[in-house]
């Protein structure tokens, strides 16, 4: 027997190809019952029984009453959607000020039955890290939408964040109603993208206050016209490969400033359509003021959108070299985060991509242009096993630099068959920024219970939980629950946490870039929505101190056209403060 | 399928990248001369070709275990490492190989490369200019070169060691993707975007199957419509542009059988089995034809040769079980029947959308 399989062998193995679509473009608790378990049994949580609790997280998901577990609608027939979901977002839902959370269901394929339809869930945070489901009274559930992804901001400018969210089919705007209840505002909105779309994100990308909308679609598969790949015997048959499908163009929408939008990919310039995208970050990588946007897209070079401060924009991601691996290859683009990992003051790019691939890190040498750091920086070899999805760069142990979270997890359930080495569930894994522009892989027994777990990991944020000032982690699995990963501490060292308010329409400030100083140490933030993989993280700014106990000063550079710069005063450390513009110093 | 218990058999093999046979020879070999480290050496070649990287390993260092010398399997092993993320464990095996053979080029080259993944700049350039000191044209040294020369900030150097590296492989994706970024940061925006544009077009060049996709899914509807001659242009395209493809002949061979023309189909057919000889469905095909043309005999050992590389294919033994019915063996059609209904049953979808598909047996 051969097991030679590897990428050609499979797309060799298609022996048919699907009827390829004309190019698109965009116009205009347990829930649910009946989820089948998990492959491997058990509650196909990814817990290992008997586990000690002990290390730097700890399980607490059932704990904070999260009971939410993804539906991939699997029977076996290998449709490409039913691997990739989903992803998570937490925002503040309800305007209690407590981050809440929302987790993006995928739901029913073809042949798949269910009791009633797998819905996405909007947990109310209780406070104290315990969550209560409040999807039916929020009317956010989307019941059969194969829904992936989700981005969350108040396009309306009245106060509220609203809730955007992607999906195999029609994408859907959910107005926040102000109560906490939503109404799906979609079709009045003109966002509802039918293509596949996978992460979205909100941005005031042309500088006029309001929140513009980036979409990112993968490719064009049809339910209906589902390819085989993989080998030809009964248990052998793979999802395929991107490959094999069209890639669907990217969709730009600017917001007219009353909450609708209008379709203006080709009036931005954004016209480059051979991404198959997947994951997207907004941000200032060129430190010029306006919001720029990464892309990773799978298999085929990733963007780099320029912003040219007019609201249009130029792509740069192979000239800039975040486009391809550091052998010049298009890699599997998944999740993505942009930060500043070595305190510099600009903001770097990390990527996630498949096993057999490494995850690239990008530092930023400044003037557009960024270097390839992903052997040197410790970050390239230890990714070569695992398929990578969701990623960020945070501060869990409040030392002052950013560390790298993935989630893992593989896309083909029956991988075994085809490699002795690569598994189907994956580690979770912690890189340890060591401060010397490099990242040790933290060993699983530091990291706690959850770490000596596998999974199939899709979505993943950060997000301070139990709002006691250190980072906790929510993770989403593809076909099993979602995991919160509780932050047992930052080990007495010393944080300060940050709540923006700007003005109006963009009160939650996306866009603003704050810059703390402290013993010499200057770290950078950014305000923004979506990042890492179909997933937003929370909008609370978090920084790390160490053991000073002191901060010489904080920055804001507020967002929009007439951003302007404020020094503030942190009167106190170890807790969360408001930062309100137009209250503090004008830095000149 | 029985193989002969053969190590030269099962190299030949694997140096025709017939991994199936070299792995059936060299296996039943080992099974007589368990432990013999030259056998090692040989299936380990196989698992790392056949990603089994963790038995590649496990063989590899068998040998090394019993022949610590073996430069071949500290080569092996290192290849297995990088493959899997251990680059420092890599080292340690080149290094082995280097200590007893200073000179040998390949595990200089290998060094120097894993020497500019860990940031060591100047020990890879002294090793990729070792290697180029002996082959000035080896792209992939150049290559690395540029890359050491990169890291050091010699920007000017590395551009002409990629431009090398270029002269020696035109489609090297990695010399391109650098020049273009060398030229983007220099501002040479003209000279990096005519570089981004080679690259589109020799990735173009690299992802053959991408290229063919187009005419791929033409054929292929054609084929599903009958119109047969829309669909053998289409796989005539693909053939083209990727003579090397089995697939396509086999597609191409399929199409001539559904328009009669038995000797095309078996000119292609044949072509597709030198290109793959263990190919499955060309095999089936095959036979198919043999038993259109009432060559029952030849035409069953033909669709058993199919069973035995893949027997978990339904099509052959339905083909199987005609010609069977054909012959008077009412036992084996029936047999062959019920393999191929349950086959049929168990798999979800199949490979073989391009053979026709009917109720009755050929």
């Known amino acids: 027997m051969s097991a030679t399989i590897g990428f050609d062998r499979l797309l060799r193995l298609a022996g048919a190809i699907g009827v390829a679509g004309a190019l698109l473009a965009c116009g205009g608790n347990e829930r649910p019952a009946g989820a089948p378990p998990g492959p491997s049994g058990g509650d196909g949580s990814g817990r290992t029984a008997g586990a000690e609790e002990a290390g730097w997280f700890e399980d607490a998901t059932a704990a904070a009453g999260i009971h939410f577990r993804h539906v991939s609608g699997a029977t076996g027939r290998k449709y490409m959607p039913e691997t990739l979901g989903s992803g998570v977002c937490v925002f503040d839902a309800d305007g209690d000020g407590l981050q809440d959370i929302y987790f993006v269901q995928s739901g029913r394929l073809p042949g798949f039955s269910a009791d009633r339809p797998p819905e996405s869930a909007l947990y109310r945070n209780l406070g104290g890290g315990r969550f209560q489901d409040i999807t039916a009274s929020a009317g956010v559930g989307g019941p059969d939408r194969y829904a992936f992804g989700c981005t969350a901001g108040d396009?309306?400018?009245?106060?509220?964040?609203?809730?955007?969210?992607?999906?195999?089919?029609?994408?859907?705007?959910?107005?926040?109603n102000g109560n906490g209840t939503f109404t799906d505002v979609t079709a009045a909105a003109g966002v509802g993208c039918p293509l596949w779309s996978a992460s979205a994100g909100f941005a005031d990308a042309d500088g006029d206050g309001d929140l513009d909308l980036y979409v990112a679609n993968y490719v064009d598969f049809d339910l209906a016209d589902n390819l085989?790949?993989?080998?030809?015997?009964?248990?052998?048959?793979?999802?395929?490969?991107?490959?094999?499908?069209?890639?669907?163009?990217?969709?730009?929408?600017?917001?007219?400033?009353?909450?609708?939008?209008?379709?203006?990919?080709?009036?931005?310039?954004?016209?480059?359509?051979?991404?198959?995208?997947?994951?997207?970050?907004?941000?200032?990588?060129?430190?010029?003021?306006?919001?720029?946007?990464?892309?990773?897209?799978d298999d085929t070079p990733n963007f780099l959108w320029r912003n040219r401060g007019d609201g249009t924009f130029e792509e740069i991601g192979m000239q800039a070299g975040v486009a391809l691996s550091e052998d010049g290859v298009p890699q599997a683009g998944m999740g993505t985060d942009m930060a500043d990992f070595d305190n510099d003051?600009?903001?770097?790019?990390?990527?996630?991509?498949?096993?057999?691939?490494?995850?690239?890190?990008?530092?930023?040498?400044?003037?557009?242009?960024?270097?390839?750091?992903?052997?040197?920086?410790?970050?390239?070899?230890?990714?070569?096993?695992?398929?990578?999805?969701?990623?960020f760069f945070f501060d869990p142990d409040a030392d002052g630099d950013l560390d790298v979270f993935v989630a893992n997890g593989h896309i083909i359930d029956n991988i075994a068959l085809y490699n002795d080495t690569i598994t189907f569930e994956q580690p979770l894994k912690i890189y340890v920024n060591t401060g010397d522009g490099r990242f040790r892989t933290l060993p699983p027994a530091d990291g706690g219970g959850p770490f000596a777990g596998r999974y199939v990991a899709r979505g993943a944020v950060p997000f301070d939980a139990d709002d006691d000032g250190d980072l906790d982690v929510l993770v989403t699995q593809n076909d099993r629950p979602?995991?919160?990963?509780?932050?047992?501490?930052?080990?007495?060292?010393?944080?300060?946490?940050?709540?923006?308010?700007?003005?109006?329409?963009?009160?939650?400030?996306?866009?603003?870039?704050?810059?703390?100083?402290?013993?010499?140490?200057?770290?950078?933030?950014?305000?923004?929505?979506?990042?890492?993989?179909?997933?937003?993280?929370?909008r609370r700014i978090s920084f790390g101190l160490g053991d000073r106990t002191v901060v010489d000063s904080l920055v804001v550079r507020w967002p929009g056209r007439r951003g302007f710069r404020e020094e503030f005063s942190v009167p106190a450390i170890d807790r969360y403060l408001a930062v309100r513009q137009g209250e503090g110093r004008r830095d000149r | 399928m029985a193989f002969e218990p053969s190590?030269?058999?099962?190299?030949?093999?694997?140096?025709?990248?017939?991994?199936?046979?070299?792995?059936?020879?060299?296996?039943?070999?080992?099974?007589?001369?368990?432990?013999?480290?030259?056998?090692?050496?040989?299936?380990?070649?196989v698992y790392a070709k056949t990603d089994r990287p963790g038995r590649a390993e496990a063989a590899f260092r068998e040998v090394l275990s019993r022949r610590p010398d073996a430069p071949g399997s500290h080569?092996?092993?290192?290849?297995?490492?990088?493959?899997?993320?251990?680059?420092?464990?890599?080292?340690?095996?080149?290094?082995a190989v280097l200590r007893a053979d200073p000179g040998n080029l390949p595990a200089t080259l290998k060094m120097a490369f894993l020497e500019v993944r860990a940031g060591r700049a100047a020990t890879a350039e002294a090793g990729a200019r070792?290697?180029?000191?002996?082959?000035?044209?080896?792209?992939?040294?150049?290559?690395v070169l540029g890359l050491a020369l990169q890291q050091r900030g010699?920007?000017?150097?590395?551009?002409?060691?990629?431009?090398?590296?270029?002269?020696?492989?035109?489609?090297?994706?990695?010399?391109?993707?650098?020049?273009?970024?060398?030229?983007?940061?220099?501002?040479?925006?003209?000279?990096?975007?005519?570089?981004?544009?080679?690259?589109?077009?020799?990735?173009?060049?690299?992802?053959?199957?991408?290229?063919?996709?187009?005419?791929?899914?033409?054929?292929?509807?054609?084929?599903?419509?009958?119109?047969?001659r829309a669909a053998l242009e289409a796989f005539e395209a693909i053939a083209r542009e990727d003579p090397r493809d089995p697939q396509v002949h086999l597609h191409i061979g399929s199409t001539y059988l559904a328009l009669g023309d038995q000797t095309a189909a078996r000119r292609a057919l044949e072509t597709s089995l030198e290109l793959d000889p263990r190919g499955d469905r060309a095999l089936a095909e095959l036979g198919r034809l043999l038993a259109l043309e009432n060559r029952l005999e030849e035409a069953e050992a033909m669709l058993r040769r199919s069973i035995a590389v893949n027997p978990e294919v339904p099509e052959p033994h339905y083909y199987l079980a005609g010609v069977l019915m054909a012959r008077g063996d009412g036992a084996g059609f029936r047999d062959e029947m019920a393999l191929s209904e349950d086959l049929r049953r168990r798999s979800a979808g199949s490979a073989l959308e391009i053979m026709p598909r009917t109720d009755e047996p050929p």
């Open chain 2, 7 to 45: 190590l030269p058999r099962g190299l030949a093999a694997l140096r025709r990248a017939d991994l199936v046979a070299a792995e059936g020879h060299i296996t039943a070999a080992l099974a007589r001369q368990p432990g013999d480290p030259a056998l090692l050496e040989a299936i380990g070649a």
């Open chain 1, 228 to 297: 085989y790949c993989g080998e030809n015997r009964p248990g052998w048959r793979t999802v395929c490969h991107p490959r094999n499908f069209d890639a669907l163009p990217d969709t730009f929408y600017r917001n007219r400033g009353d909450g609708t939008f209008e379709d203006a990919t080709s009036a931005a310039g954004m016209t480059e359509s051979s991404g198959k995208g997947l994951g997207v970050v907004w941000g200032d990588v060129d430190g010029d003021g306006d919001e720029d946007l990464y892309v990773a897209n």
């Open chain 1, 345 to 391: 003051g600009k903001l770097d790019l990390f990527v996630t991509n498949l096993s057999e691939e490494t995850n690239d890190l990008y530092r930023n040498l400044g003037d557009g242009q960024f270097a390839g750091q992903t052997y040197t920086s410790g970050l390239g070899a230890p990714s070569l096993l695992d398929l990578g999805f969701g990623t």
């Open chain 2, 75 to 95: 080569l092996g092993l290192a290849a297995v490492l990088i493959e899997t993320g251990r680059l420092e464990e890599a080292a340690t095996q080149i290094e």
């Open chain 2, 130 to 143: 070792r290697v180029l000191a002996a082959q000035p044209g080896n792209a992939e040294a150049q290559y």
């Open chain 1, 155 to 176: 396009v309306d400018g009245d106060g509220d964040r609203d809730l955007y969210v992607t999906a195999h089919g029609a994408n859907v705007l959910y107005r926040n």
């Open chain 2, 154 to 228: 010699e920007n000017v150097p590395a551009e002409t060691a990629f431009r090398a590296a270029l002269a020696a492989s035109p489609d090297h994706l990695g010399a391109l993707s650098h020049l273009l970024m060398l030229a983007a940061r220099a501002g040479q925006h003209a000279e990096a975007s005519r570089l981004q544009a080679d690259y589109h077009a020799a990735l173009r060049r690299v992802r053959v199957e991408e290229r063919v996709r187009g005419y791929r899914v033409a054929g292929i509807e054609a084929f599903n419509k009958g119109d047969y």
């Open chain 1, 482 to 538: 979602a995991i919160l990963l509780r932050n047992r501490g930052t080990g007495g060292r010393h944080w300060v946490g940050l709540t923006l308010d700007g003005a109006a329409p963009n009160r939650d400030a996306i866009g603003a870039v704050v810059t703390l100083e402290s013993g010499g140490v200057r770290q950078m933030r950014v305000a923004r929505t979506a990042s890492s993989y179909l997933s937003q993280g929370e």
